[in-house]
């Protein structure tokens, strides 16, 4: 019996409207997530370039990406009136993580499984980092 779960073809294309009507709902949080301390992140940019890079790393064995949601301590481009905060603050900032996976579904990260040599570099194995909208956008 084959165990797979993935076969590359996961995921669905849809139509702009659709893509609107499912992101719409977020954007209009902008507002209640800068009142909170957060840099509003409304998308993240990936090259195709950087897609390639990463999936050549693992060759036929990646079959897709799975995508994590973290946050990270970054600057806000410009400065909010209300909070005073400005280019030098750093505000949670919403970040997107994309590691490739296998057909098997496991997400093809070693080293972060394996814990590397610490005196070693570290291996490029995810992607993260893209321009951030609306401000790099």
Do not use: W
Not at 62 to 86: A, H, M, P, W
């Amino acid at each position: 019996m084959d165990s797979r779960k993935f076969t590359g073809k996961e995921g669905q294309l849809i139509s702009a409207e659709q893509a609107l009507r499912i992101t719409e709902p977020f954007q209009k949080r902008e507002q209640e997530i800068t009142l909170r301390g957060e840099n509003y992140v409304k998308a993240e940019f990936f090259g195709i370039h950087t897609f390639n890079e990463l999936m050549s790393i693992h060759g036929e064995t990646c079959v897709g990406f799975r995508v994590y949601y973290g946050i990270t301590e970054e600057e806000e481009n410009v400065v909010d009136q209300k909070s005073g905060l400005g280019i030098g603050s750093k505000r949670p900032t919403s970040r997107l993580v994309l590691i490739p996976v296998d057909a098997y579904g496991n997400d093809l990260t070693k080293t972060a499984r394996l814990g590397g040599m610490k005196d070693m570099p570290a291996k490029k194995e995810a992607m993260t980092g893209g321009p951030l909208c609306p401000h790099q956008c």
